[in-house]
């Protein structure tokens, strides 16, 4: 019983350390070295609050700056970001299962209690186009575990892996 409250701590450290999945793709015809300025759709609808989507602009610009980009008004390509929550098929469950039987004869009842709530997971698209020559270049699509109850430290510190993770494979290396 001693254990149980570590054994609580440990399970949530883990849950918050959600791993970040992202795909991409991209067109292979691009230059991707054309492109040294960057700025964003107007209006950029993220479908996040207004705090959580300064707090990714802030962490994608000082990526995109570590990259050597800058924020131009008049940009090589423009970037938009969307975003949506859903939640995953909850799959803890604890059975119960009574069972009987003897002289050749067997029986049985088994049922699942759903232990816990659904995980609510969040995907941020990010697109780079280019309007003036090829529309859509690149694209990166994250996933990653959300809590609704998160402070804004941990927010801001889950932007900054969710960017990390997507800018890691921009520019693409174009075989």
Do not use: H
């Not at 990526?63 to 975003?83: C, E, W």
């Not at 003036?132 to 402070?151: D, E, I, M, N, R």
């Amino acid at each position: 019983m001693k254990k149980l409250p570590y054994l609580l701590i440990l399970f949530l450290v883990l849950s918050a350390c959600a791993p970040v999945r992202v795909d991409y793709d991209y067109d292979k015809t691009t230059n991707f070295s054309t492109y040294k300025t960057y700025n964003y759709y107007s209006p950029l609808n993220t479908g996040l609050s207004e705090l959580d989507t300064k707090r990714l602009l802030t962490a994608f610009d000082t990526a995109m700056q570590a990259k050597g980009f800058t924020l131009s008004d008049t940009p090589d390509f423009l970037v938009n970001i969307q975003s949506q929550e859903f939640q995953d098929v909850q799959r803890n469950n604890v059975g119960v299962g009574v069972g009987g039987g003897g002289g050749n004869v067997g029986g049985g009842i088994s049922i699942g209690i759903p232990v816990g709530q659904p995980d609510i997971n969040r995907e941020i698209i990010f697109d780079f186009v280019d309007d003036s020559k090829t529309g859509l270049f690149w694209q990166a699509v994250s996933a990653s575990g959300y809590s609704p109850k998160a402070t804004p430290e941990a927010r801001e510190a889950q932007f900054q892996k969710i960017v990390t993770k997507v800018l890691a494979q921009y520019p693409p290396e174009v075989k």
